[in-house]
């Protein structure tokens, strides 16, 4: 996988300005005089490598800064706030010039963004906003509200409650529907909670779709970290609690494709795949290799392909701008208030996948390999 996006990302770094919709941030510039000389190093810290998804951000962010002349300090905070703190403390300490930093809990870093301040070192909040703090001065993301509105449309699309042009699908319901919702601590997990709720809500008042459990608010339905195992308790004690009756789940809105793993073994333990007990419409985002080739499979339906290539492109083009003293392009001032500020944001957007779209989306955009998508493994 290493290979692969950095190669991708070398190749593609002077495509920013076509593939973002945009000029972007400081697609006039090449990095500071002092880039070329290797003198100014910027700090990157990640959340984990447990995900794929973050350990491809890490790699394409470093070299595309290295691309662009600088110093790279990458770190990865293996899920661990105190760690993440830490890391971050560390590299003020040492010096580096600018900071790009993708929150695990987008309010435990207040202290570190005000040191920072403190030092002249400006911070890129990275995919997750970073909140409660005025010390953020530039925010890259994709359209998160959208991504949520795009998982609850392809779960309606499954279950046949719309067609893929947004029709009134030719299915009635109703539907049993289970909800799950991403890390309370992460910012985004709320943007895609509201715009797959506002998606579903008018299908739950109609009736169509009924979560079964009772179980519909964003507390209820959270997954802390995002970890696979939660997600799958938590499945385990909802089919448990809810569907000892000889009910069955229809669809289950996941907004991660490890808690879309997590949700499959624990049906699959209680029988479902079966002819007679078929997998519910189950949806995703980051489009993992390992859910890529279940939804080959026809085990889960849908994911969501954010494209962190130019998610990476688009952080480097805002720290070349930044570096050089320009204001980054934004094109969102408005959505992103972190509880002390309106960040000011590049968004990107992203596309549902589904078994026939793939090859279109990810394969031909190079994203994974044939071969990669076959066999659930990326080389």
């Known amino acids: ?78 899920d661990d706030i105190p760690t993440q703190s830490q890391q971050i403390d560390q590299m003020i300490t040492q010096g580096v ?6 929150a695990i809990d987008g309010t ?45 449309t392809s779960l309606l699309t499954g279950l046949g409650l719309l067609n893929e042009d947004g029709s009134p699908g030719t299915a009635t319901g109703p539907f049993n529907v289970e909800l799950f919702a991403g890390s309370l601590d992460d910012n985004n997990a709320q943007f895609f909670w509201n715009g797959a709720m506002d998606t579903i809500q008018p299908f739950i008042d109609s009736g169509q779709v009924v979560v ?37 789940v229809d669809g289950v809105l996941s907004p991660y494709d490890g808690i879309s793993r997590g949700i499959i073994t624990a049906l699959q333990n209680a029988g479902y795949g079966s002819a007679d007990k078929p997998m519910p419409i189950i949806t995703g985002q980051d489009a993992e290799i390992a859910s890529v080739k279940l939804i080959v499979d026809g085990v889960q339906y849908s994911t969501i392909f954010k494209d962190t290539r130019l998610l990476a492109e688009q952080a480097v083009t805002a720290a070349e ?41 990810l394969v031909d955009t190079e994203y994974y390999s044939q071969a990669e998508v076959d066999t659930g493994q990326a080389s």
């Not at 002249?120 to 359209?143: K, T």
């Open 1 to 78: 996988m290493t290979r692969r996006y950095l190669a991708a990302f070398a190749a593609g770094l002077a495509l920013t300005v076509s593939a973002c919709g945009g000029e972007g941030a400081g697609s006039g510039t090449s990095g500071s005089d002092g880039a070329a000389e290797g003198d100014v190093t910027v700090g990157v810290s990640m959340p984990t490598q447990t995900s794929e998804r973050w350990i491809a951000d890490g790699n394409n962010v470093e070299a595309g800064l290295k691309e662009a002349g600088y110093e790279v300090e990458l770190q990865y905070a293996n």
């Open 97 to 102: 010039d600018l900071l790009i930093v993708a």
């Open 321 to 361: 701008a930044m570096l050089d003293g320009e204001e980054p392009e934004a094109n969102d001032t408005t959505t992103y208030d972190n509880g002390v500020k309106v960040v000011p944001a590049y968004l990107l957007e992203s596309q549902i996948v589904t078994a026939d779209n793939i090859v279109e989306t």
């Open 212 to 248: 079964k459990s009772g179980q519909t608010t964003i507390d209820q339905a959270a997954i802390l970290r995002w970890q696979q195992e939660t997600a799958q308790r938590r499945m385990e004690d909802l089919l448990t609690s809810a569907y000892n009756d000889g009910s069955k």
């Open 108 to 152: 435990a870093l207040s202290s570190q963004l005000a040191a920072a301040k403190a030092a002249g070192i400006e911070v890129i909040s990275y995919d997750r906003l970073i909140r409660g703090s005025g010390d953020v001065d530039f925010y890259v993301s994709f359209d998160n509200y959208n991504v949520g509105v795009q998982q609850g």
